[in-house]
Protein backbone atom coordinates (compact mmCIF):
# COMPACT_ATOMS: atom_id res chain seq x y z
CA UNK A 1 0.00 0.00 0.00
CA UNK A 2 0.99 3.32 -0.86
CA UNK A 3 -0.01 6.51 0.32
CA UNK A 4 1.21 10.23 0.01
CA UNK A 5 -1.18 12.24 2.77
CA UNK A 6 -1.03 15.14 4.95
CA UNK A 7 -2.92 13.65 7.72
CA UNK A 8 -1.33 11.48 10.57
CA UNK A 9 -1.26 7.63 10.59
CA UNK A 10 -1.40 5.52 13.74
CA UNK A 11 1.41 3.30 14.45
CA UNK A 12 -0.79 0.41 15.60
CA UNK A 13 -3.46 0.54 12.98
CA UNK A 14 -0.66 0.24 10.46
CA UNK A 15 0.91 -2.24 11.82
CA UNK A 16 -2.64 -4.44 12.07
CA UNK A 17 -3.32 -3.69 8.74
CA UNK A 18 -0.54 -5.44 7.64
CA UNK A 19 -1.01 -8.28 9.87
CA UNK A 20 -4.78 -8.55 8.58
CA UNK A 21 -3.57 -8.29 5.11
CA UNK A 22 -1.41 -11.58 5.09
CA UNK A 23 -1.29 -15.00 5.53
CA UNK A 24 1.95 -17.24 7.07
CA UNK A 25 3.59 -14.15 8.19
CA UNK A 26 6.51 -14.41 10.93
CA UNK A 27 7.96 -11.15 10.86
CA UNK A 28 6.90 -7.56 10.47
CA UNK A 29 9.47 -4.85 10.58
CA UNK A 30 8.16 -0.87 10.84
CA UNK A 31 9.88 2.49 10.51
CA UNK A 32 9.00 5.47 11.81
CA UNK A 33 10.53 9.08 10.87
CA UNK A 34 9.88 12.10 12.26
CA UNK A 35 10.70 15.91 11.66
CA UNK A 36 14.25 16.89 13.06
CA UNK A 37 14.55 19.37 15.21
CA UNK A 38 17.99 19.66 14.60
CA UNK A 39 18.68 19.22 10.88
CA UNK A 40 21.98 19.61 10.94
CA UNK A 41 24.60 19.20 14.02
CA UNK A 42 26.89 22.79 13.70
CA UNK A 43 27.90 24.96 16.45
CA UNK A 44 24.93 27.40 16.45
CA UNK A 45 22.05 24.85 16.03
CA UNK A 46 18.72 26.97 14.81
CA UNK A 47 15.85 24.74 16.15
CA UNK A 48 13.43 23.31 13.24
CA UNK A 49 10.16 24.99 13.92
CA UNK A 50 8.62 23.33 10.76
CA UNK A 51 9.39 20.91 7.91
CA UNK A 52 7.41 21.70 4.41
CA UNK A 53 6.95 18.98 2.36
CA UNK A 54 5.83 19.21 -1.40
CA UNK A 55 5.73 16.44 -4.21
CA UNK A 56 4.35 15.58 -7.53
CA UNK A 57 1.00 13.88 -7.63
CA UNK A 58 1.16 10.97 -9.58
CA UNK A 59 4.79 11.25 -10.09
CA UNK A 60 5.49 10.28 -6.04
CA UNK A 61 3.12 7.72 -6.07
CA UNK A 62 4.48 5.70 -8.96
CA UNK A 63 8.04 6.11 -7.81
CA UNK A 64 7.24 4.69 -4.39
CA UNK A 65 5.64 1.82 -6.28
CA UNK A 66 8.91 1.20 -8.22
CA UNK A 67 10.59 1.33 -4.97
CA UNK A 68 8.17 -1.38 -3.60
CA UNK A 69 8.21 -3.62 -6.89
CA UNK A 70 12.50 -3.52 -6.25
CA UNK A 71 12.31 -4.76 -2.55
CA UNK A 72 9.31 -7.42 -3.65
CA UNK A 73 11.69 -8.92 -6.24
CA UNK A 74 15.08 -9.17 -4.29
CA UNK A 75 12.89 -10.63 -1.14
CA UNK A 76 9.72 -12.80 0.21
CA UNK A 77 7.57 -10.23 0.76
CA UNK A 78 4.14 -10.72 1.99
CA UNK A 79 3.21 -6.95 2.51
CA UNK A 80 4.45 -3.63 2.57
CA UNK A 81 2.80 -0.06 3.24
CA UNK A 82 4.63 3.28 2.71
CA UNK A 83 3.31 6.27 3.99
CA UNK A 84 4.78 9.83 3.59
CA UNK A 85 2.99 12.80 4.56
CA UNK A 86 3.20 16.36 3.17
CA UNK A 87 2.08 19.44 3.87
CA UNK A 88 3.62 21.87 6.86
CA UNK A 89 4.53 19.32 9.77
CA UNK A 90 6.17 20.74 13.52
CA UNK A 91 9.47 19.17 14.95
CA UNK A 92 8.63 15.49 15.99
CA UNK A 93 5.84 14.83 13.90
CA UNK A 94 5.53 11.49 11.88
CA UNK A 95 6.66 11.72 8.04
CA UNK A 96 7.26 8.66 7.09
CA UNK A 97 5.68 5.14 7.73
CA UNK A 98 7.63 1.91 5.91
CA UNK A 99 6.27 -1.28 7.48
CA UNK A 100 7.32 -4.81 5.73
CA UNK A 101 5.54 -7.89 6.49
CA UNK A 102 7.33 -11.38 5.64
CA UNK A 103 7.45 -14.58 6.84
CA UNK A 104 11.19 -14.50 8.18
CA UNK A 105 12.57 -11.44 10.35
CA UNK A 106 15.73 -11.18 7.44
CA UNK A 107 13.69 -10.38 4.74
CA UNK A 108 11.52 -7.69 6.72
CA UNK A 109 14.94 -6.01 7.90
CA UNK A 110 16.34 -5.78 4.33
CA UNK A 111 13.55 -4.98 2.45
CA UNK A 112 12.44 -2.10 5.10
CA UNK A 113 15.83 -0.07 4.92
CA UNK A 114 15.88 -0.99 1.21
CA UNK A 115 13.04 1.29 1.23
CA UNK A 116 13.64 3.99 3.15
CA UNK A 117 17.42 4.37 1.74
CA UNK A 118 15.43 4.56 -1.95
CA UNK A 119 12.82 6.97 -0.84
CA UNK A 120 15.53 9.35 0.08
CA UNK A 121 17.23 9.48 -3.05
CA UNK A 122 14.37 8.20 -5.38
CA UNK A 123 10.82 9.87 -4.66
CA UNK A 124 10.31 13.15 -5.51
CA UNK A 125 9.68 15.01 -2.14
CA UNK A 126 11.10 18.61 -1.91
CA UNK A 127 11.82 19.93 1.78
CA UNK A 128 11.52 23.40 2.69
CA UNK A 129 12.84 23.82 6.81
CA UNK A 130 11.53 26.79 8.79
CA UNK A 131 13.96 28.34 12.45
CA UNK A 132 13.40 31.00 13.77
CA UNK A 133 16.16 32.33 11.27
CA UNK A 134 13.73 32.26 8.25
CA UNK A 135 13.63 29.05 5.47
CA UNK A 136 15.44 27.16 3.53
CA UNK A 137 15.06 23.99 0.99
CA UNK A 138 17.03 21.30 2.17
CA UNK A 139 19.53 19.54 -0.19
CA UNK A 140 19.90 15.66 -0.78
CA UNK A 141 22.60 14.59 1.83
CA UNK A 142 25.78 12.84 0.82
CA UNK A 143 24.80 9.72 2.96
CA UNK A 144 21.46 9.47 2.12
CA UNK A 145 23.36 8.87 -1.81
CA UNK A 146 26.00 6.13 0.09
CA UNK A 147 23.30 4.50 1.25
CA UNK A 148 21.19 3.58 -1.68
CA UNK A 149 24.75 2.93 -3.47
CA UNK A 150 25.50 -0.07 -1.34
CA UNK A 151 22.49 -1.71 -2.78
CA UNK A 152 23.58 -1.85 -6.11
Known sequence: MIAVQQEDFDLGVEHKK????TQSVG??????????????????DDLVQSLYLEYYPGMT???LENIESQASTKWDLLGTSIIHRVGELKANEQIVFVGVASRHRKDAFLAAQYIMDFLKNEAPFWKKQRTEK????????????DAAK???
Open 61 to 63: EKA
Open 27 to 44: AIVTFTGLVRQIYERQLN
Open 18 to 21: LIDS
Open 134 to 145: GGKWIESKQSDI
Open 150 to 152: QWL
